[in-house]
T-cell receptor
């Protein structure tokens, strides 16, 4: 499976500011995703990070609020813009690989964001 | 129709017992069903996964049972250990949806020594 790292691991931010989260994978992958996990809740897909083109956002998530970059096949960033306390969540990147013949999805350790 | 419903929300099992977590789905187009294990402060880790062409898959102490007609699948943890105490998520996806995973609500498992 791919080794995925995220920076920062956690942060406390003031409302109205923005935070950029980085996701680095140790091998080239086609598919990268960003999920949100609100406190004590399940995971919700924010968007698919497409290399060389605009990200594909899920219903309820917009590019102005969550701009995503994917400059190459091993790296992506997610920015949480103009933050409010409701944005306090764990943000996770994931990648899809076919190491075992299946398209399996692996997650990074997450970035725990608290907005005050 | 995109939902995956997971139960129970929490589960307490004695060491050595069998933990059973159930999931149900509506969309028959789902064709991939993974289970993830998440410890506090960590990202979800892929535990085991199944496709609808088989009814059961076993990896060590973990078994997925799949009932296509009932649109249900379950995770069985045999000989449960305190180290298995974590939150478990089922999920589902469709091949033509580009890997988008729909997650269940999660089950918090506690294995008592």
């Amino acid at each position: 499976s791919a080794v995925i790292s995220q920076k920062p691991s956690r942060d406390i931010c003031q409302r109205g500011t923005s935070l950029t989260i980085q996701c680095q994978v140790d091998s080239q992958v086609t598919m990268m995703f960003w999920y949100r996990q609100q406190p004590g809740q399940s995971l919700t897909l924010i968007a698919t990070a497409n290399q060389g083109s605009e990200a594909t956002y899920e219903s309820g998530f917009v590019i102005d609020k969550f701009p995503i970059s994917r400059p190459n096949l091993t790296f992506s960033t997610l920015t949480v813009s103009n933050m409010s306390p409701e944005d306090s969540s764990i943000y996770l990147c994931s990648v899809e690989t076919a190491d075992r013949g299946l398209d399996e999805q692996y997650f990074g350790p997450g970035t725990r964001l608290t907005v005050t | 129709q995109q939902q995956v419903k997971q139960s129970p929300q929490s589960l307490i099992v004695q060491k050595g017992g069998i933990s059973i977590i159930n999931c149900a789905y509506e969309n028959t187009a789902f064709d991939y069903f993974p289970w993830y294990q998440q410890f506090p402060g960590k990202g979800p880790a892929l535990l085991i996964a199944i496709r609808p062409d088989v009814s059961e898959k076993k990896e060590g102490r973990f078994t997925i049972s799949f009932n296509k007609s009932a649109k249900q699948f379950s995770l069985h943890i045999m000989d449960s250990q305190p180290g298995d105490s974590a939150t478990y998520f089922c999920a589902a996806s469709m091949y033509n949806q580009g890997g988008k995973l729909i997650f269940g609500q999660g089950t918090e498992l506690s294995v008592k020594p």
